[in-house]
């Protein structure tokens, strides 16, 4: 263990500035001990808790340190300017719940009610608070199971064999046992009650698209497209409103040598984004085009958790200046009402274990 911390403390740091590099040391070191102390806690979301408390010394260091390490320098919390730096510091200082409100899976449902989306959301099936839930619920051949308050846990079951109702259970349980705002200092996650979701299988076997659409104070700015994901990576370009390229990314996740081709409904999409993120400084809208069909994903507040540059740097300087942090109480009373008039937050556990919402197990 003890080699562990020394070679974390004298691991070069390229061009990191000395300030980043010591944040960071002091953050490996406190992690390692950390771990250390708290490995024979069999509670794996105690362990998960007491960890991050030991590791980090306030709320603005575990914010700080995903920017440090993608960044190689701390974030000015005081003036930020590019992108990713202000997301990170809505995170700190913008405590807007429509922010929580959109990002959990289920409640964001009531959200596009709210503001009549043209594109729907797949079937809800059933939701629910206890893992145990799963092993009696009346599912579907295919579905697709989440959690509300995480990014990527998602389970998918294709069929036609039966699930292993075990498994899922144990699934369900890993995910309600680890806080996911704890990740990456996404504190806007912290607010979003656990629970799990299952949704309306949608094949792509014909067509798998998504659209990724930044909006800045309601007006896309920029596109990410995908056209497939699989085990040799994905087929991504980036692209302005009027589907030219437009010559800047996020760093490590490239962009494919042939661009996604323009979609039919581009002004349709466009739209749509304008009407969902018209109550938000800064949201990315996903939207997926499967098969014929298109479907609403989800409202993102943090692509990639805003831990990675934007390349060229001056393009992140440009995407930050959309972001009028002069607004952010504005924005936050207008937050503090949709949420009020949704009634979030919502009842702990939803005042009861399962709702079913009317999905046959034939579909």
């Known amino acids: 263990m003890f080699q562990r911390i020394a070679e974390a403390i004298a691991r070069p740091r390229g061009t990191m500035t000395p300030s980043a590099a010591a944040l960071i040391a002091k953050v490996g070191l406190r992690r390692l001990v950390a771990r250390a102390l708290f490995a024979p806690l069999r ?29 190689g320098r701390l974030p000015d919390f005081a003036a ?34 709210l503001r009549g989306a043209l594109i729907q959301p797949p079937d809800l099936i059933a939701t629910g608070h206890d893992p145990e839930a ?38 369900l349980v890993r995910w309600r046992d680890e806080d996911h705002w704890r990740r990456h200092g996404e504190l806007f996650y912290r607010a979003i009650p656990w629970r799990f979701l ?10 798998r698209l998504e ?46 040598p042939e ?11 466009l739209d749509e984004a304008r009407r ?18 298109l479907s609403f994903s989800e409202l993102t507040l943090s692509n990639a958790a805003a831990r990675h540059p934007i390349d060229p740097p001056e393009a992140a300087l440009w995407l930050g200046s959309l972001i009028d942090l002069s607004r952010a109480a504005e ?3 207008l937050g503090r009402k949709i949420a009020a008039d949704l009634g979030w937050p919502p009842v702990p556990n939803g005042g009861g274990n399962l709702r079913s919402h009317g999905l046959s197990a034939e579909t």
Not at 56 to 65: D, I, L, N
Not at 198 to 207: F, G, I, K, Q, W
Not at 276 to 293: E, F, G, K, P
């Open 211 to 256: 659209y990724k659409i930044m909006c800045f104070h309601g007006e896309p700015q920029f596109i990410s497209a995908i056209a497939q994901r699989g085990p040799g990576g994905l087929s991504r370009s980036v692209h302005l409103p009027d589907w030219s390229a437009a010559g800047f990314g996020t760093r490590g996740l490239g962009v494919s």
């Open 80 to 113: 930020p300017t590019l992108l990713p730096e202000k997301v990170r510091w809505t995170f700190l200082h913008h405590p807007n719940p429509l922010m929580s409100l959109v990002s959990d899976k289920i409640a964001v449902r009531d959200y596009l009610a």
């Open 259 to 269: 661009p996604v081709p323009r979609p039919d409904q581009l002004g349709f999409l």
């Open 331 to 333: 924005y936050e009373a």
């Open 134 to 171: 799963i092993l009696t619920l009346d599912l579907p051949e295919r579905f697709v199971l989440k959690a509300s308050n995480s990014c990527g846990a998602n389970h998918v079951h294709p069929g036609p064999n039966p699930p292993d109702r075990g498994s899922l259970r144990d699934l």
């Open 276 to 293: 969902l993120s018209a109550d938000l400084m800064h949201v990315r809208v996903d939207i997926l085009h499967y098969n014929d069909r």
């Open 198 to 207: 299952v949704e309306e299988y949608l094949p792509s076997d014909r067509r």
């Open 43 to 71: 509670d794996r979301g105690e362990r998960q808790r007491r960890v991050h408390q030991f590791t980090f010394a306030s709320e603005a260091e575990a914010v700080a340190y995903p920017f440090a390490r993608g960044h």
